[in-house]
């Protein structure tokens, strides 16, 4: 196949392999080393709302204890110069970036609130990013909250921004909603272009010997690929923006069955961690001689054909439980992943 080339937000991609926001996409030689290696667009690692406003409650808090400085004055002054440095490197390299590359470069905040960091996405469209990706992540912990005033964050934050910017927005989003469909479904027409499934949680561990709180792996595996392949293909038929996957894409062949269940593009960081860059170079030639074998000429001709609208069999990806397999259930008889 010789056209690879896709949309995702609008922008025109020369194919469908992004470089995922993670510390590969933080420095300028980072991103021309997977520009040179093939990628279709790059998202910078996200600038964390969480690590903004923590330097600043500790800052605020050692000069207040230390009578250098008046509380208020901290938050006037300091705190808006502490914001700006952070920030200014930040736009610096999205210029840079913008400068020396010629797919296209898109911001990525992480943030929790609609609060402290909500002018800074107007910086990052004047600064030239070609779009801005919002990484939201809020896990419920609290009981007294109930799953609407939770998902509430989420409408605050798009409509904020929707407001600030021109450059298109995506959302990327855990898997961890009460309704998920019902979700994505308002936030899809809220003026967002796109949608990223799912982002990559921090998740904790247990070392049973030091009775100690570890993390547990940071990179995914490629079994971790089918919570985001199930809601790519139940939700790309059915939402107002594009769908991107993101999770456990680690080959050709998941990038191809991403895109048979609807995504117009992947997202990916693990398998880059694990094989180098020079994997997004051997997916693509895995995706074009399966597209030429299939006698597929482009992306749109096979993306989405096994959505769930689109299959004959939308039963499939609806299907959570395990009646029929585990009557007949051989380890031998079902690939190593379920096991
Ligand atoms: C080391 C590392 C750092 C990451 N940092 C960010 C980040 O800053 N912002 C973000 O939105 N996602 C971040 N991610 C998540 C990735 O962008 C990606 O969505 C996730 O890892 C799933 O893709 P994968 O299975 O290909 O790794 C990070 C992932 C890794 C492994």
């Avoid at 561990?205 to 595996?221: F, N, Y």
Wanted: glycine fraction near 6%.
């Amino acid at each position: 196949m010789k056209n690879t080339a896709t949309s995702w937000l609008g922008l025109e991609l020369r194919n469908p392999v992004i470089a995922a926001s993670s510390g590969l996409t933080e420095h300028l030689p980072g991103l021309t080393d997977l520009e040179k290696n093939g990628v279709g667009a790059v998202v910078l690692k996200s600038l964390f709302e969480e690590e903004i406003l923590l330097d600043i409650d500790n800052q605020m808090k050692q000069m207040a204890s230390d009578s250098f400085i008046y509380p208020e004055t901290v938050e006037f002054y300091e705190q808006d110069e502490r914001i700006r440095e952070h920030a200014m490197q930040y736009l610096d390299l999205i210029r840079s970036a913008k400068k020396e590359l010629s797919v296209p470069v898109i911001a990525s905040i992480n943030c929790v609130t609609a609060e402290n960091w909500i002018y800074f996405p107007r910086e990052i469209e004047l600064a030239g990013a070609d779009a801005l990706e919002l990484n939201v992540f809020i896990l419920p912990t609290d009981t007294r909250r109930t799953a609407q005033e939770s998902e509430s964050v989420y409408f605050d934050i798009v409509q904020q921004v929707c407001k600030l910017v021109k450059i298109p927005l995506a959302l990327k989003i855990s898997p961890y909603f009460t309704n998920l469909i019902s979700f994505a479904d308002q936030i899809s027409g809220m003026g967002i272009q796109g949608m990223v499934l799912f982002n990559r949680s921090y998740n904790p561990d247990i070392d049973i010997e030091k009775l100690e709180i570890t993390s547990a792996g940071v990179l995914s595996t490629p079994a971790d690929i089918y919570n985001s392949l199930r809601w790519i293909a139940i939700l790309s038929s059915r939402l107002k923006c594009d769908l991107a996957a993101s999770s456990g894409i680690h080959d050709g062949k998941a990038l191809i069955k991403q895109i048979l269940a609807g995504a117009k593009a992947v997202q990916i960081a693990s398998a880059i961690y694990k094989n180098g860059p020079g994997i997004i170079t051997k997916m693509l030639e895995e995706l074009s001689e399966w597209a030429q074998q299939k006698k597929f000429d482009s992306i749109e001709q096979f993306r989405g054909m096994l959505s769930q609208s689109k299959t004959g069999n939308p039963a499939a990806y609806e299907r959570v439980q395990f009646m029929k397999y585990f009557r007949g259930y051989h380890p031998s008889a079902m690939p190593p992943d379920y096991i």
